[in-house]
């Protein structure tokens, strides 16, 4: 029996690695060790208690104001720790939040195999998203087990030198989640709110944005709202201060925009899975909204994901006034171009991700020895 354990610390991460952790429980083989971080408190635990998965480590550091040295510097010795305790024969982190950076060096260190669940994801634009890039960029060095979830990840891994025997296209996590919080019978007094109404699910947080270009997204959406009665957003804004600020700023008082506090994952996805099209920031939701048949305006200079853009799932909006207002009306004022892009097709995965790496780490840790 081979030890494995995950290490996630934010909501984003939970969503995609809980169904990895249910599908390596279930093998026999295996010892699954989870530790969180508590990067986000709140909205991780909300996650876990929607997957049921109890984790065997909780670092607990999230506290009010920490900054990325703080986060750095908690994680990497708090995972030490957990790692002279536990002796995981693999250790398995997610994307590019700090915490994926600080576990996985803290892995290095230690001589414990890192595998990387959605490695390969580029932007080569350090600063756009910050930190993601240089975080993924960085983990993705010391890697053992790449599990990128396109080719074109695999790609970007093989440009860089990765050894081909170390790169695995096995489509992406957040997909397999999907077919654990869809629910037909979904209910919500949101909903019930934005009944009768094209619904825009809005999500907005991401630290490059903040300041001017959010300010410059929200009135270019509250412009188009204005002109578009039949439109209703909902905003599950961020808990970070700054951005509910900018969101009061923006929005409060505007009779078909609603601002409601983070959703649980559960209400996220059936929420994204009612909507008519979606405006977003977030990583993860350009990945689950292909699948959902949900047309995707990206409210950032640049993406990691151009996968979707070139299928047409997305389009890249930048985060200028002018280019978010004309980007916003035209998904819903041309039927051919919302017809075109919810029919595309989904680059990313078809839910079985999680046994794909499950079965790649029982191949590499087990029989091949």
């Given at each position: 029996?081979?030890?494995?354990?995950?290490v996630?610390g934010?909501?984003?991460e939970?969503?995609k690695m809980?169904?990895?952790?249910?599908?390596?429980?279930?093998?026999?083989?295996?010892?699954?060790?989870?530790c969180?971080?508590?990067?986000?408190?709140?909205?991780?635990?909300?996650?876990?208690?929607?997957?049921?998965?109890?984790?065997?480590?909780?670092?607990?550091?999230?506290?009010?104001?920490?900054t990325?040295?703080?986060?750095?510097?908690?994680?990497?010795?708090?995972?030490?720790?957990?790692?002279?305790?536990?002796?995981?024969?693999?250790l398995?982190v997610?994307g590019?939040?700090?915490?994926?950076?600080?576990?996985?060096?803290?892995?290095?260190?230690s001589?414990?195999?890192v595998?990387?669940?959605?490695?390969?994801?580029?932007?080569?634009?350090?600063?756009?998203?910050f930190?993601?890039?240089?975080?993924?960029?960085?983990?993705?060095?010391?890697?053992?087990?790449?599990?990128?979830?396109?080719?074109?990840?695999?790609?970007?891994?093989?440009?860089?030198?990765?050894?081909?025997?170390?790169?695995?296209?096995?489509?992406?996590?957040?997909i397999?989640?999907?077919r654990?919080?869809i629910?037909?019978?979904?209910?919500?007094?949101?909903?019930?709110?934005?009944?009768?109404?094209?619904?825009?699910?809005?999500?907005?947080?991401?630290?490059?944005?903040?300041?001017?270009?959010?300010?410059?997204i929200?009135?270019?959406?509250?412009?188009?709202?204005?002109e578009?009665?039949d439109?209703?957003?909902?905003y599950?804004v961020h808990?970070?201060?700054?951005v509910?600020?900018?969101?009061?700023?923006?929005?409060?008082?505007?009779?078909?925009?609603?601002?409601?506090?983070?959703?649980?994952?559960?209400?996220?996805?059936?929420?994204?899975?009612?909507s008519?099209?979606?405006?977003t920031?977030?990583?993860?939701?350009?990945?689950?909204?292909?699948?959902l048949?949900?047309?995707?305006?990206?409210?950032?200079?640049?993406?990691?994901r151009?996968?979707g853009?070139?299928?047409g799932?997305?389009k890249?909006?930048?985060t200028?006034?002018?280019a978010?207002?004309?980007?916003?009306?035209?998904?819903?004022t041309?039927?051919?171009?919302?017809?075109?892009m919810?029919?595309?097709?989904?680059?990313?995965?078809?839910?079985?991700?999680?046994?794909?790496?499950?079965?790649?780490?029982?191949?590499?840790?087990?029989?091949?020895?």
């Open positions: 029996m081979k030890k494995i354990m995950l996630f934010t909501r984003p939970a969503v809980c169904p990895l952790v249910l599908e390596l429980r279930r093998r026999e083989y295996f010892e699954t060790i989870v969180v971080t508590g990067q986000h408190r709140q909205m991780l635990d909300s996650v876990l208690q929607a997957f049921g998965v109890v984790p065997d480590h909780d670092l607990s550091i999230m506290d009010s104001g920490q990325l040295f703080d986060i750095t510097q908690k994680v990497m010795t708090g995972i030490r720790d957990v790692i002279e305790l536990e002796k995981p024969d693999a398995l997610h590019d939040t700090t915490t994926t950076f600080a576990a996985a060096v803290a892995g290095f260190y001589g414990v195999p595998g990387h669940v959605e490695a390969g994801l580029r932007t080569y634009n350090k600063r756009s998203p930190p993601e890039e240089f975080n993924r960029q960085a983990v993705d060095i010391i890697t053992d087990f790449n599990f990128a979830p396109t080719e074109t990840s695999r790609d970007n891994l093989l440009r860089e030198g990765k050894l081909p025997e170390t790169v695995f296209v096995t489509g992406n996590t957040g397999d989640a999907l654990t919080t629910r037909d019978d979904f209910s919500h007094p949101c909903l019930d709110w934005a009944a009768g109404s094209r619904l825009v699910m809005l999500t907005a947080h991401r630290r490059e944005n903040l300041g001017g270009p959010m300010q410059r929200f009135r270019a959406i509250r412009r188009v709202v204005d578009l009665p439109l209703k957003v909902i599950p808990l970070n201060p700054i509910s600020k900018a969101a009061d700023s923006g929005f409060a008082g505007h009779p078909r925009i609603k601002l409601v506090p983070p959703l649980d994952v559960l209400a996220f996805h059936n929420f994204l899975a009612r008519y099209v979606i405006l920031d977030s990583g993860g939701i350009q990945e689950e909204a292909p699948s048949g949900k047309p995707v305006l990206v409210l950032r200079d640049t993406t990691e151009p996968e853009v070139a299928a799932t997305l890249l909006a930048g200028e006034e002018m978010v207002y004309e980007g916003f009306k035209s998904l819903v041309d039927s051919a171009l919302y017809e075109a919810s029919k595309a097709s989904n680059p990313y995965g078809d839910g079985f991700s999680s046994k794909r790496i499950a079965d790649i780490l029982y191949t590499k840790l087990i029989s091949e020895k």
